[in-house]
């Protein structure tokens, strides 16, 4: 009888770290709303509410960049891939969580001879923050073409054919 194989994830504690900080730092990023509704209900003048929601804006997105700067030094850290998913939704530049609307705006270019390829459509994503650009293939692609098998018998060469003929 075999020993059954173990199917723990090497790091696991390094795994949950990374996750609870792509969480923590997602939420930060949209706390900007339910911070201007707080400002709200404590009945204080316009120009009050106006100043600590851009405050509790900015404070919120100081602690979520550096959550995600964190996240990025944990991960190279223990050498741990982050998910493609998570990629896409960090600025690498500025550490940013890029929200549509609010942290970026993203759009669709396709620039194959007038945008005539459908599959070369992209998606671009651009922080507000730092300007950076990031760009997302909206197809997927397609798989190569297996190599191709020769029916032809190969041809020979002139010396081996003369070599034969005597």
């Known amino acids: 009888m075999g020993k059954a194989k173990s199917t723990a994830v090497p790091n696991k504690v390094l795994h949950g770290r990374v996750s609870y900080l792509y969480q923590a730092a997602s939420y930060f990023a949209t706390l900007e709303q339910s911070g201007k509704a707080k400002d709200r209900e404590s009945g204080h003048s316009k120009e009050v509410e106006l100043s600590r929601s851009t405050e ?24 741990i891939r982050m998910s493609p998913d998570m990629k896409h939704v960090m600025c690498k530049i500025c550490n940013t969580v890029m929200i549509d609307g609010s942290t970026c705006s993203s759009g669709t270019e396709n620039h194959s001879r007038g945008g005539k390829k459908p599959w070369a ?46």
Request: net charge positive; charged share 30%.
């Open 56 to 79: 509790s804006t900015k404070s919120s997105q100081i602690a979520a960049r550096q959550l995600i700067s964190d996240l990025k030094a944990v991960s190279l850290k223990a050498q």
């Open 121 to 166: 459509d992209v998606i671009v994503r651009q922080c507000n923050i730092c300007g950076t650009a990031k760009r997302f293939p909206v197809a997927k692609r397609q798989q190569r073409r297996p190599h191709r098998t020769l029916d032809k018998p190969k041809r020979e060469n002139k010396l081996h054919r003369e070599c034969h003929i005597t």
